[in-house]
């Protein structure tokens, strides 16, 4: 990846909060940036009431949609909606689930060790079954989440991150298993003479590591209570039926912009050497961040109003109506990497008729061709419907009423789940 690649990569992960910090310290660094916009987005989502209706389920409206949401949910939640949807076994869940609890306030299992002697005989596994089950727990999102170590957190990463070349992965990963002290103490020597690259290639794989991977997996997700500030980066409304969106980090973010005075400076001809090659320096690094702000926002854009025109009915109806949207679909259509979408999709935040959302939560995984909280509402429905039926004659109206083919065990699962008793219950007289 060349550098300006780089850098818009890093831009695309950042959540506006970062963004702006980030802009706000280059431009004190950098002569020619100069504040051009001062943020108002985030005084606008701290003040601004944020109604939010009532959705499908009938619940009770909320006063502002922040307050509704409490923005961000804890990394154990985020996991064990994950792992409801694993197809493994009673006792393997539950193992998944004891490394879930033991996960320290960075995603880590730092006590890995003491852990698997315990699991091995509260369970009565092997040890390689325990290692099997920590490999499904390392392919949850956040990405890096069950590391051991930071090695390890940050090699998970890379195997998951899509590269369009091969060498690229291999270079990145040996780099991580063999010279993180290396890079820690700057010794760069050590890494051109074993990795054999010179040493501009070896400050991009660096500049890449520091940029697009996360040695903290958890880091935006709640601790203790502790809530971060959600800052919407869109805002999707309904006006005469129709679904609006506006990107709010373009309309009311902050932006910079060059400097007439030291571009001045820079055509004196009275300047020495050493000056004019720092002003250029300066300019340059100052329009590639201008260049790379404004490319977040055109490509945040394009990602949200694809999201919207997928999602219309959702907008439109409520959260029941939300569609499967895969990011790879995404990617294929805006023709970028699934990676590159994944950190678009990153800590951005949607506001929306039912409350402020996190952006991923629009591109829901798919099961048996609907949405998780779709196939709960369906099973709900056919439940009170035919409170006679047993869970095997309701795999039958699911195949003929919503052609779902689904096996009895896992429909007695969703029964559980929406909190519907057995037929011998349902049907009893009231």
Known sequence: MSPVMIQRMSHFGMSYDDLVHHVQTSSQDNVFLKISKADSLKSYSSHRS?????????EEEFSTAVDRQASVETLSDHLLKQLDFEQLPYIEKQIVERFIDHLDSRGYLSNYSELKDQIM?????????????????????????GARTVKECLRIQIREYNFQSEE???????????????IANQSYENITESLGYDEDEINGLIQFIRDNLNPN??????????????????????????????????????????????????????????????????LASARQLIETIQYRHENLSRLMTKIVERQDAYFKLGEIYLEPLLQKE????????P????????????????GVILLRNLCPREYFGKTAIRIE???????????????QQLVAVLRDEHQIKMARRTVTKYRHQVGEESSRDRSKPT
Do not use: W
């Open 50 to 58: 944020l109604s939010a209706r009532q959705d499908y389920a009938g």
């Open 121 to 145: 005989s509260d369970f009565s596994v092997s040890s390689r079954k325990v290692g099997e089950l920590l490999k499904v727990l390392q392919t949850f999102e956040p990405e890096g989440v």
């Open 168 to 182: 690229i992965r291999e270079a990145l990963d040996e780099l991580v298993q063999d010279h993180l002290d290396d």
């Open 217 to 282: 997996p958890a880091s935006e997700f709640k601790h203790d209570g502790h809530t971060n500030h959600v800052v919407p980066s869109f805002k999707v409304s309904l006006e005469n039926g129709e679904v609006v969106m506006q990107n709010l980090e373009e309309e009311k973010g902050i932006n910079v912009s060059i400097s007439d005075d030291y571009l001045k400076q820079l055509d004196d001809p009275n300047l020495d050497a050493d000056s004019k090659s720092f002003l250029e320096a300066q």
């Open 330 to 337: 995404l990617a294929e259509s805006l023709e970028m990497a």
């Open 339 to 354: 990676s590159t979408i994944s950190r678009m999709c990153s800590s951005k935040y949607v506001e929306t008729p039912y």
């Open 377 to 391: 509402k369906i099973v709900k429905d056919i439940c009170q419907r035919y409170p006679e039926l047993s869970d």
